[in-house]
């Protein structure tokens, strides 16, 4: 049985630390802070092949890279260890 100091917490306690722990793993707190960034962009690029607003984009591939950098910001400064 895994005990309650082993499963991840999100309290004020636990975002003060550089990494969470998933049982034995430790994972960066930059690694889901991209990879959170990295969904939302897709979600948004998704919306907008979907609507047809991709059309006004130059070039798809570049805005998302820039939207994925963007994102990440942004959720890591809220969510700042």
Not at 22 to 46: C, H, N, Q, T
Not at 66 to 77: E, Q
């Amino acid at each position: 049985m895994v005990g309650r100091s082993q499963l991840v917490s999100f309290l004020p306690g636990a975002l003060r630390r550089p990494e969470l722990r998933f049982s034995e793993v430790l994972v960066p707190w930059i690694m889901i802070v991209g990879a959170l960034g990295f969904l939302v962009a897709w979600l948004v690029v998704a919306i907008m092949e979907h609507t047809g607003l991709s059309r006004y984009v130059w070039h798809l591939p570049l805005f998302f890279v820039g939207l994925v950098i963007l994102l990440s910001s942004l959720i890591g400064m809220m969510c700042s260890p």
